[in-house]
């Protein structure tokens, strides 16, 4: 009896304990500590929520859709409200989100989309309140993202990603005396990190059609998002900034700022596009059909030289399991040696050449205004992006979260906790936050009906690349489109709207 | 005023439960094609025929719908001489004729925007198997959809995998249920089998294949999953088709106007089109 | 002659098998691929050609963030596609029976344009149709539930049950319904006892298509719901990312395809024993 007594009183005083330790203990969700905090895991714990219902659409699984649900079912936990998660592909995640908010339907309480919405969305979102844009976590988002967030005055999004478009390219070639001595041989010419688009291509085209890698299959200089509907607006317009944004310009890259008129068929626009139209010739075999997840797969495979797009290649690369793993390093993209003036309507020589960084579009979240569970809302974001949770997230490749924060540029986090070799995270955390320096920066067409403006160019990229039509022809073709659809917009609209990305451009912020 | 009788309670369930359905969408559209609707201009705002007269001028729809019309018939007529064709073969007894049968019905079964991708795995020209057994055939690789022919000739390849069940079960169904006396005289007069395929079997299949192949014209003209997938219309507008066309200025584009504006004359065009395709196929078989 | 006769159709159906089969085959070993199996280029035999791992199957199941929850979907799938299917069919045999044996007027509408007004409305693209049918389903409260689905799949499922049957009416000799009559059934009395029982195989297509159309519709699932309602074809879509995981959209098409297989095998009973015989004819 007593033998009973004492153990049970044994299971007792083990059970009390452990759930001590657990109320103070949250490595079971995967961190690796707490990190005290506005919205630690210890502060979401003490809230309570049971009985209400959040509603989360976000992207598709697994790049942010995966930390998403990840980080609602941990929210579920801590707090006992019921969260509900929808993942839809990227393609259709505009549409999902805007029809609710045209019918004034309240479907969503919680965002998660592309930023370069926001000139479409701004109007359905909640400000973020000021008790959350003053915690420690959203003091350390980098100028780039908390532009990138804002509209107007009024930060609207809630940064959660940091993106941006920059070369990738294989160290075991570039950085191989055999390589670089038979490229000398020849060619003549030194092999060294492109510094042009020019050289791009030309790089590119050497190193295309045979085994360089000594796996047993031929290898390609370049793979790229060239897939119409697929996000290859981006891929070219990182192709064309630096030809067409001129630092000593101000007043508008896609449009005149005064006149609104399109800046699209443009010289340096065109230039890019013919640069792009030579490069497939060093794609791999349906290289111009390749959407993100192809290019993803080509250069994080191994079968390409280089490649330019988000960070998921790169990481791609760099898993455990890769069998390029530390033998790529990050660059800033290509320049121009000549940029079009088209204020003086004539080349301008740069030495060194022009860069343009493109502050690319990346994931975004939001609260939405019809939503009636704002606090639950934006506790759950700045949950998902408590400072435990992001360096968890920066870890997994496949989730598509990026660095977007200072403390994020710090080699040793990536040396340490990846085993990334130094060379390789030296030169990401230098290409990424270097692009935070830059003051010829280009940001996207942040205004109403950014997806029409978008899809005209999409179309009329795609017409040259296809050869249907010369790249100033299918250039003319959008900028006559983009006429039209300014007016039908509404002049004024717009250019209210792409004030506020001129003047990031022009660095007035 | 309609006198209501036995035979109203068969009919009008049906329709009016269908028109019910169908009628506010399709009044709506009516009138969403005459506003601005937009991204920015949520809402019926009057804008008279201004969407209609877009259209007219708008190239790429027009070259989308005869892009639409190559391939739709194209399509379809293939999968009706494949389908056509296998069900014969399987007709009569064959070994593993159960198997056989069900696999051959299986693609049909299959959800298209899911297998679409599937099959984008398999054309992938540097990932997917389709260029490696083309390589171990002893050919060149082929660039299954990174150039305009070759893209939309894998369109129609991946329809014809997807809808010649549809086909397949239907004419399979309608040679099963043939009469044996016509085949019994035919045997007596001593026809061959080809004789007795072209005087025999197909005008006795010619009404089913009349209503298979309309009804597969009419689904097959929607065309729009398989492209999104595989090729999002390009390379260029090489496979843009109709539907995908309204997919893009509608939802993509966020147009809504537009695109209903779209629909309604896409629309009144299919309709026109599909009673003379059917009324010169109902003459023409019935005449053979 | 004969031989070779026998040698081709064999080849013929072997041809086509492997062409019916390639897909399925190549969904299978992809589902056991990692990102490694998929980008060193095409391979097919686990073991030998690539590591063979079963991440692409446990997204499946998986619950809490770790992948997509499939059997939730499956059931709403499953209790849409059954409702709207039943009640299409009901409805669609009804017209069908009424266009075939009677006839009616509807202002300048005859028999035969009022059923091509039902195939007709197969006509439309569904992309414009996306936000009338939004307001209509918000009116009613029905946004993002079963019923809600349940009714818009009946506008598309209807005009095909119809189609079908009709054609099926008319094959049935008129002297069927006037025996019956002559027995002392009043019409629908005949439609009840009499035609319905000789129906069985036409309402078996019928409902095989319906079943197969609604099964497989992907538009209106995706643009009509939220969160809280989510059918199969949409969970699946939701694993295509912009890193496609070609190991887990492999598997979840498999596990999407199955019970329409199964499906299969039982039209092919009606075909093989005949009972489906003149259900279109």
């Known amino acids: 009896m007593k033998r009973y007594f004492s153990l049970s009183v044994l299971i007792i005083f083990v059970v009390i304990g452990s759930i001590n330790v657990h109320a103070k203990d949250y490595t079971k969700y995967g961190i690796e500590k707490d990190i005290p905090g506005e919205c630690s895991y210890a502060a979401i714990d003490a809230k309570d929520y049971s009985g209400r219902t959040l509603n989360i659409i976000t992207h598709a699984v697994p790049v942010m859709g995966e930390p998403t649900a990840l980080h609602a079912k941990q929210f579920e936990e801590l707090t006992g409200a019921k969260v509900n998660v929808v993942h839809v592909p990227f393609g259709d995640l505009f549409q999902r989100i805007m029809i609710p908010f045209q019918t004034g339907q309240n479907a969503y309480d919680v965002l998660f989309y592309g930023s370069l919405w926001i000139g479409d969305f701004n109007q359905y979102l909640a400000p973020v309140p000021e008790k959350y844009r003053n915690t420690k976590s959203m003091q350390e988002v980098t100028k780039n993202y908390r532009d990138v967030a804002t509209w107007g005055d009024v930060m609207v999004q809630f940064p959660v990603d940091g993106d941006r478009h920059y070369l990738k390219y294989r160290t075991d070639v570039f950085d191989n005396p055999k390589m670089q001595e038979k490229y000398k041989k020849d060619t003549g010419k030194e092999l060294r990190v492109p510094t042009t688009w020019e050289e791009y291509n030309e790089v590119a085209l050497y190193f295309t059609g045979w085994d360089w890698d000594g796996d047993g299959e031929p290898n390609y200089g370049t793979a790229e998002v060239a897939k119409r509907d697929d996000l290859m607006f981006s891929a070219f317009i990182s192709r064309a900034a630096p030809y067409a944004k001129n630092p000593h310009v101000k007043g508008g890259f896609f449009f005149d700022l005064e006149t609104m008129e399109p800046l699209i068929n443009t010289p340096g626009w065109v230039r890019g596009l013919e640069l792009f139209v030579e490069a497939q010739k060093a794609f791999p075999p349906g290289g111009n059909n390749f959407g993100l997840g192809d290019e993803i797969f080509s250069f994080g495979g191994g079968q390409t030289l280089m490649s330019y797009s988000w960070d998921d290649a790169f990481i791609q690369a760099m898993q455990k399991d890769s069998p390029i793993r530390n033998k790529v390093a990050a660059a800033p993209l290509p320049g121009a040696a000549k940029v079009w003036n088209r204020k003086a309507g004539k080349w301008e020589e740069f030495d060194p050449p022009n860069r343009a960084p493109y502050i690319t579009w990346g994931w975004t979240s939001a609260v939405s205004k019809m939503s009636k569970n704002k606090d639950m809302a934006f506790d759950y974001l700045c949950f998902f992006s408590n400072q435990a949770n992001t360096l968890h997230d920066l870890q997994i490749g496949r989730f598509g979260v990026n660095p977007y924060r200072r403390t994020h540029f710090d080699p040793n986090f990536w040396i340490e906790k990846l085993g990334w070799d130094k060379n390789t995270a030296t030169t990401y955390v230098e290409t990424l936050s270097g692009m935070d320096d830059s003051k010829n920066r280009v940001f996207d067409l942040r205004v109403p009906g950014v997806g029409q403006f978008m899809s005209s160019l999409a179309a009329g990229v795609s017409k040259a690349l296809a050869g249907q039509e010369t790249p100033q022809k299918a250039l003319d073709g959008v900028a006559e489109e983009w006429r039209q659809t300014v007016d039908r917009i509404g002049k004024d609209r717009v250019r209210a709207a792409y004030a506020n990305v001129v003047a990031l451009e022009d660095n007035k912020k | 005023m309609l006198k209501l009788n036995h035979k109203h309670f068969f009919l009008l369930p049906g329709l009016i439960v269908l028109v019910a359905i169908i009628i506010f969408p399709l009044l709506f559209t009516l009138r969403v094609s005459f506003s601005s609707w937009d991204v920015v201009k949520p809402g019926l705002d009057w804008i008279g025929g201004k969407n209609y007269v877009r259209l007219f001028e708008d190239m790429r729809f027009w070259e989308a719908l005869s892009r639409l019309s190559l391939m739709a018939v194209g399509s379809v007529l293939i999968q009706y001489i494949i389908g056509f064709g296998l069900a014969l073969l399987v007709w009569r007894d064959i070994i593993l004729k159960r198997f056989v049968r069900v696999l051959f019905l299986v693609p049909m079964m299959t959800t298209p925007v899911i297998m679409s991708v599937i099959w984008r795995t398999i054309l992938h020209e540097s990932l997917g198997p389709a260029n490696d057994i083309v390589q171990v055939l002893g050919f060149e690789p082929l660039n299954w959809l990174s150039t305009g022919g070759m893209a939309v000739l894998s369109v129609i390849l991946v329809e014809v995998w997807q809808w010649t069940p549809f086909m397949f079960l239907l004419l399979l169904a309608g040679l099963l249920s043939l009469p044996d006396e016509p085949y019994m005289a035919a045997a007596i007069d001593g026809a061959g089998a080809f004789r007795t395929f072209f005087s025999v079997t197909f005008p006795l299949m010619a009404p089913i294949s009349v209503g298979a192949l309309l009804i597969r014209l009419i689904e097959a003209s929607k065309l729009m999953e398989t492209v999104y997938v595989l090729t999002s219309g390009g390379p260029g507008t090489a496979t843009e088709t109709s539907s995908y066309y309204i997919y893009i200025r509608g939802l993509r584009d966020y147009q809504i106007g537009y695109a209903a504006s779209l629909s309604l004359t896409y629309l009144v065009i299919m309709i026109i089109s599909l009673t003379i395709i059917a009324k010169v196929l109902t003459y023409k078989m019935a005449r053979d | ?281």
């Open chain 3, 1 to 281: 002659m004969k031989t070779i006769y026998l040698a081709l159709k064999y080849l013929a159906i072997l041809l086509w098998t492997s062409f019916v089969a390639l897909p399925f085959l190549w969904a299978l070993t992809t589902s056991f691929k990692t990102a490694n199996g998929v980008t060193g280029g095409a391979t097919y035999i686990p073991w030998l050609q690539y590591k063979p791992s079963l991440e692409g199957w446990k997204v499946l199941v998986r619950t809490g963030g770790q992948g997509i929850d499939i059997v939730g979907p499956y059931i709403s799938s499953a209790i849409v596609t059954l409702s709207a299917s039943f009640l299409s069919l009901a409805l669609g045999t009804l017209a069908a029976y009424g266009l075939s044996r009677f006839s009616y007027r509807l202002g300048f509408l005859k028999n035969s344009d009022i059923t091509f007004f039902f195939i007709s409305q197969r006509i439309m693209p569904p992309i414009v149709l996306a936000i009338p049918f939004f307001l209509m389903l918000q009116f009613l409260g029905l946004l993002d539930t079963i019923p809600g689905l349940i009714l818009v799949y009946i506008a598309l499922l209807l005009p095909i049950a119809t189609w079908v049957m009709v054609d099926f009416f008319n094959n049935i000799p008129r002297q069927v319904d006037e025996m019956a009559m002559i027995d002392g059934c009043n019409p629908i009395g005949a439609f009840v006892r009499v035609i319905l029982p000789n129906s069985l195989p036409g309402i078996a297509v019928a409902g095989l298509f319906c079943i197969i159309f609604g099964w497989n519709d992907f538009f209106f699932a995706f643009t009509l719901t939220f969160t809280k309602t989510q059918l199969l074809p949409v969970a699946v879509v939701a694993l295509n990312s912009s890193v496609t995981p070609w190991w887990s959209l492999s598997a979840s098409a498999l596990v999407s395809v199955a019970p329409l297989v199964i499906i299969a095998f039982f039209v092919e009973r009606f075909l093989s024993s005949g009972k489906m015989a003149g259900a279109i004819r």
